[in-house]
């Protein structure tokens, strides 16, 4: 195995950490952005944006609004992204390996559990249990982002922090495709099944450009909106399906009857060339949806108008104090929980460098539930007053969580330094 592509996959964790951090900020800007607007003069203004019904001219899609298309369109490009991160990570990356994955996917499982049970415990009616899964989210960007603020924290606290969010996404996928999809129509699986085949045939011809999927991947879409399943799924089904090898299809098969020649030439080939595809795509698509699709989303989701959040009844007060709880409680406590008692029954142990005191940062770090929590929030709730509530609830309970995440990393990382210097 050639040592480039090896050195350049251990520096990827540093760079995705770099984006990450900075797109917290930007997020949080675009977050507090829609709330002034929503708040404020230009309200109607802002709310008359999002309704605007937008139409491509075909029969094959119905006019929708434009927060559809962010939500539901570009949202796609979020879930692609995940797929690949989940796609590399499982072949080469910490999921591939499960004395390193072992933790923080016990501990994520952890982070899922209890604050939905903590949800349930609070929320009453089937409607308001509808919202269930909405603080079982962590938003790696606003994690990374305070991380960064902390200072001086262990590099693995960092990957224990990614993997762990990782595992999330793929708990928030199978949530979103098993509990928040529609009545399934299974004649329109036919449509999905004819966009993987046309991928799986481009593959097979050894297609390489990113450019020539994007037909494929829209037929995809289109037939995953119209089974009733969620459209967004489709670009994590896309993500699974990318090559994670430099040479594929019609290619490997020429160069595995190709006389292996090593050669000085070898070592100077262009690093772009050294690259699977899966690397090459997110590598492409991480600063586009980092400072671009997330911030829209957060403009077009977080725009929560206070006056019109009634938490004087009993419902959206239960949505409200279930998604705070779920954050700022559950989440530290499923992930501390469901790590000690993996350690306890010996089926892992700590990391080298890890302590007890770090692994509750890292809890409630993943208490900070932006993104995908509003995702899921307006997938539950098709009351706008329950919305509202769940939307305030977690912008309530993440900001919290990330408040005490940075004063908890804060103390910590003093606490080192002191005693280092002792």
């Known amino acids: 195995m050639s040592t480039a592509p090896a050195s350049r996959r251990s520096l990827w964790p540093l760079r995705f950490i770099s984006v990450e951090a900075v797109s917290g900020v930007v ?3 675009a977050a507090a952005l829609a709330l002034a607007c929503a708040n404020s003069p230009l309200s109607h203004a802002y709310e008359a944006l999002w ?3 937008l139409s491509f001219g075909t029969p094959l899609l119905a006019p929708y609004d434009l927060r559809f298309w962010v939500n539901d369109g570009l949202m796609t490009v979020f879930f692609l992204l995940v797929g690949l991160e989940i796609r590399r990570e499982i072949h080469d990356g910490t999921l591939s390996d499960p004395r390193v994955a072992t933790l923080p996917i016990i501990a994520a499982a952890g982070g899922v559990a209890v604050p939905a049970l903590l949800y349930l415990v609070v929320g009453n009616g089937p409607e308001v249990r509808r919202g269930w899964a909405i603080p079982t989210a962590t938003d790696i960007a606003f994690a990374v982002g305070i991380l960064s603020l902390i200072g001086r924290v262990p590099p693995v606290l960092r990957m224990l922090l990614l993997t762990l969010a990782i595992a999330d996404d793929i708990a928030a996928i199978l949530v979103i495709a098993f509990f928040y999809s529609g009545g399934v129509v299974l004649d329109q ?3 999905v099944a004819a966009g993987i085949a046309l991928v799986l045939l481009l593959q097979a011809v050894g297609a390489s450009s990113a450019l020539a999927y994007v037909f494929p991947g829209a037929v995809v879409w289109l037939g995953m909106l119209r089974t009733g399943m969620h459209p967004t799924l489709s670009g994590v089904l896309l993500g699974l399906l990318t090559p994670v090898t430099v040479d594929f299809g019609l290619r490997a098969r020429r160069r595995a009857n190709e006389p292996r020649v090593t050669s000085p030439a070898q ?13 090459r795509v997110e ?12 911030p829209l989303f957060a ?8 006056g019109g959040v009634d938490l004087s009844t009993r419902a959206p007060l239960s949505v409200s104090t279930g998604i705070v709880l779920g954050l700022v409680l559950g989440k530290p406590l499923g992930i501390v929980l469901a790590a000690l008692a993996a350690v306890r029954f010996k089926v892992c142990g700590l990391p080298e460098g890890i302590r007890w005191p770090q692994l509750l940062l890292l809890g409630v770090l993943g208490g900070i539930g932006f993104t995908l929590s509003v995702f899921i929030a307006n997938l539950a709730f098709e009351d706008p ?12 309970g993440s900001a919290v969580a990330a408040t005490l995440g940075l004063i908890l990393g804060r103390w910590q990382s003093s606490a080192a330094g002191l005693g280092s210097r002792a």
């Open 27 to 29: 997020l949080l800007a």
């Open 283 to 294: 590598t492409m698509l991480h600063p586009y949806v980092a400072f671009g699709v997330m």
């Open 51 to 53: 309704h605007r019904r």
């Open 299 to 306: 403009f077009a989701n977080a725009g929560v108008s206070l």
């Open 267 to 279: 070592d100077t080939d262009p690093p772009r060339a050294c690259e699977s595809p899966v690397v």
């Open 189 to 191: 699986f036919a449509i």
């Open 385 to 396: 007053v329950l919305l509202a509530a769940a939307k305030l609830g977690v912008l309530v």
